[in-house]
């Protein structure tokens, strides 16, 4: 029966369809030089869907429906908004882009990629899992591959495809395995049959290695980091800048909810440290390899790809503590990454749409040719280093305090050593921002205008980075009850 509670768990990806639609409707009748405005329905609607989502469609007590296809809680909800917003933005950054801004198929499959991350927040089985994470990375696969006539595209979107379906193809015997052993594809009842039955501590290790290939993929963990730098850099800038924020975000989404909830061993400590201290250590190296690779990086993109590999490390510090503070704090750093790391790649693609450069060298003189876009690249950068008072320096405190509440001092120590590399190579491109000029010192001749478009992601972009660095608590308070959800 559909009930007014299976109505309001869907209802994000309702409107989200109904928006696909009508893009398939209106978009073949408007002429070539009309449909970049494909964007500002996009992004339009989406914005919509969030405010009608956040009347309507709130959930109360954590309620599994669809048949325990679907978890309706606070964890999913939250995410879910998150993800919209980021499409939002990615929507309006693509409308500028000179190869995909004009085409309604890019839309259409970056709505298809939203839908599949919505249900990956959600997903309580198993089965629901895998369809969400292939409905998620498919159409990501196309985008990165869109622009068919440059070597650089083509070259991410089939190393992307390529890596992807192998990580997601280990990933599924992991499933099968826990499918065997427990008779039960149900998330939330994977933790009783674990413990009604005798799994070894070898079994059980091979299995959560098999996991972590496919899901270690989608959050760029290192070992599984490889294809990160090459498809940020030949992807379109704007799908490299989703791809680093609400892909890595769902990937975290889904390490959370099921390793929390099926892999929480309350009556045999020995599993549960396996694969807590398994994570430490893959945290640990991700964060100084992600931040080491960092520093001799020439390109923007391959610069900021390696940084999101430590970001990466950073977060799971509060996966590894297992706790309510720890859950709490990782949807926090998601909230302020995505923020942080999409007005980053915004001010990217806003100055290699006029100067076609990606070098850090290439920025200089950029505060006297757009001083806007400099206070721009002077936010996100200072954020992803963790300097007061942007997002970024908010979301490590937590983490960090979750990971020494529950004894990682050591990987505390880790995060901050590498947070003191970071600053380094962020500091580094500010410098050609704010210190250096062009060869000829002629700024005032090599303007870096901003279209209406760019101009709005980036304003709410940076709003939101301030908001969540200095008005935290309400921020908190909401990643804090969608984190209850899970104990």
Excluded: C
Excluded at 193 to 216: K, N, Q, R
Excluded at 473 to 484: G, K
């Amino acid at each position: 029966m559909f009930t007014s509670t299976i109505f309001a768990s869907i209802l994000p990806e309702i409107l989200i369809l109904v928006l696909g639609v009508i893009l398939l409707i209106v978009e073949p009748f408007w002429k070539v030089d009309q449909r970049r405005n494909v964007g500002w329905l996009t992004a339009g609607g989406l914005f919509v869907a969030i405010i009608v989502s956040l009347l309507l469609g709130q959930p109360g007590e954590p309620t599994s429906v669809l048949g325990g296809m679907i978890r309706f809680d606070w964890f999913g909800f939250f995410l879910k908004i998150l993800f919209m917003f980021a499409a939002a933005i990615t929507a309006l950054l693509m409308m500028d882009h000179e190869k995909a801004g004009q085409r309604g198929e890019a839309y259409l499959l970056l709505l298809a990629s939203l839908l599949g991350m919505n249900l990956m927040a959600v997903s309580a089985d198993l089965v629901m899992l895998y369809l969400s994470i292939e409905t998620a990375s498919i159409p990501l696969y196309l985008l990165a591959g869109f622009i068919i006539n440059d070597e650089r595209s083509t070259e991410a979107g089939f190393k992307y495809l390529l890596f992807g379906i192998l990580a997601s193809t280990i990933m599924l015997y992991g499933f099968s395995l826990i499918f065997g052993f427990t008779g039960t594809t149900n998330i939330y009842k994977l933790s009783e049959m674990f413990a009604a039955g005798e799994i070894t501590l070898p079994f059980f290790f091979g299995l959560f290695a098999l996991l972590i290939v496919g899901l270690g993929f989608k959050i760029s963990i290192v070992p599984f980091h490889f294809w990160a730098p090459d498809v940020y850099q030949g992807a379109p800038t704007p799908i490299a800048g989703f791809l680093s924020t609400a892909s890595k975000a769902a990937g975290f989404a889904v390490i959370v909810r099921l390793f929390f909830v099926a892999f929480s061993f309350g009556d045999n400590p020995a599993l549960l440290q396996t694969w807590t201290w398994t994570l430490a250590i893959l945290a640990a190296i991700t964060m100084t390899v992600g931040n080491l690779l960092a520093l001799p990086q020439t390109n923007i993109k391959r610069l900021l790809a390696y940084s999101s590999i430590g970001h990466a490390g950073y977060a799971l510090i509060g996966v590894v503590a297992f706790s309510q503070l720890g859950a709490a704090s990782v949807v926090f750093y998601l909230a302020a990454y995505i923020a942080t790391n999409l007005l980053a790649f915004g001010v990217v693609m806003a100055f290699s749409r006029v100067t076609g450069l990606e070098d850090i060298s290439d920025y200089a003189g950029l505060s006297r040719r757009n001083p806007l876009m400099g206070l721009m690249m002077l936010a996100a950068f200072l954020s992803l280093a963790g300097m007061p008072p942007f997002g970024g320096f908010v979301a490590k405190v937590f983490v960090f305090a979750a990971g020494v509440q529950a004894n990682y001092t050591w990987l505390v120590i880790v995060g901050i050593l590498n947070s003191i590399i970071g600053v380094y190579y962020y500091l580094n491109v500010l410098k050609f921002v704010y210190l250096k000029r062009m060869p000829n010192e002629d700024e005032e001749n090599h303007p870096v205008p901003l279209t209406r478009p760019y101009t709005i992601a980036l304003v709410i972009l940076a709003i939101g980075v301030i908001l969540v660095g200095t008005v935290f608590a309400p921020w908190f308070s909401w990643s804090d009850s969608a984190a209850l959800n899970l104990f």
